[in-house]
């Protein structure tokens, strides 16, 4: 079974500063996808990013980048420019290709202060 | 946009009671997904639906059943609820060619 590790169950940086958020994975797979989401107090858990495992090219989406190291079965999520509106759990996830589950880690809670 | 909603955002029952999560989606997705999330766990599968009358375990069906008579309902059932079924109950849907999941807003159910 795949399973999904989040080493930090809580993390704060300062507005406008860059956080880096960990995620391990354990998974015998070549290809697979990778997922950050995140869930903002009390509001409705959103996709933040993606990742093929076939694709080397990290993935960005505007302030948010991830650091994808296969062989290290390593996905972590950077968020730059930090905002007060990424005040959230995060979390990482990971599904098989071709199955229908996706498993998740425990999250991370990240605190933006300002 | 995508919606995914979900029947209650609070729901309060005693032990024994039999226990009904409602789940509808807007965009004829093929896949639906009960999940139970709880502080230091993440989210763990329940049970999910690949197709209308379909339904496959998770990882902690032990307590629970679902149904799905319809494409956009995906209905969780708790038999009788116990004190340890107290948790967010979130509902998912995919379509599977995007691989995103899209999360109903959860139901914070409380077994007193």
């Known amino acids: 079974a795949q399973t999904v590790t989040q080493s930090q169950p809580e993390m704060s940086v300062q507005e406008a500063e860059t956080v880096t958020l960990s995620c391990t994975y354990d998974t015998s797979e070549n290809n697979y996808y990778l997922f950050w989401y995140k869930q903002p107090p009390s509001r409705q858990m959103i996709l933040v990013i993606r990742?093929?495992?076939?694709?080397?090219q990290n993935a960005t989406e505007n302030r948010f980048s991830v650091n994808f190291q296969k062989a290290a079965k390593s996905f972590s999520l950077k968020i730059s420019d930090s905002q007060l509106g990424d005040t959230a759990m995060y979390f990482c996830?990971?599904?098989?290709?071709?199955?229908?589950?996706?498993?998740f880690g425990a999250g991370t809670r990240l605190t933006v202060k300002p | 946009d995508v919606k995914v909603t979900q029947s209650s955002r609070y729901l309060v029952k005693r032990t024994g009671e039999k226990v009904f999560l409602e789940c509808v989606q807007d965009m004829d997705h093929e896949n639906m997904f009960w999940y139970r999330q709880d502080p230091g766990l993440g989210l763990r599968l329940i049970y999910f639906s690949y197709d209308v009358k379909m339904k496959e375990k998770g990882d902690i069906p032990e307590g629970y059943s679902v149904s799905r008579e319809k494409k956009e309902r995906f209905s969780l059932i708790l038999e009788s609820a116990s004190t340890n079924q107290t948790s967010m109950y979130l509902c998912a849907s995919r379509g599977s060619p995007t691989h995103e999941q899209y999360f109903g807003p959860g139901t914070r159910l409380t077994v007193t």
């Open positions: 996830a990971f599904m098989k290709q071709l199955l229908n589950d996706m498993r």
């Open positions: 990742q093929e495992a076939y694709k080397q």
